[in-house]
């Protein structure tokens, strides 16, 4: 990451998280998808990967 600056987002966001701590700075990294709509014909979540 730091000769290259080459990775995707939870490589940066990881190696940050490893920097606060050890700073003493709790941290935590969470991935994954965010909110989304409810079909109003049916009973389920619509989640996308794109907008």
């Given at each position: 990451l730091f000769e290259t600056r080459?990775?995707?987002c939870?490589?940066?966001?990881?190696a940050?998280?490893?920097l606060t701590r050890a700073a003493?700075?709790?941290t935590r990294?969470?991935?994954g998808y965010v909110g989304g709509?409810?079909?109003p014909f049916g009973d389920?979540?619509?989640i996308q990967q794109a907008d």
């Open positions: 080459i990775g995707y939870e490589h940066f966001s990881s940050f998280a490893i003493g700075i709790p990294v969470v991935t709509y409810r079909n389920y979540w619509l």
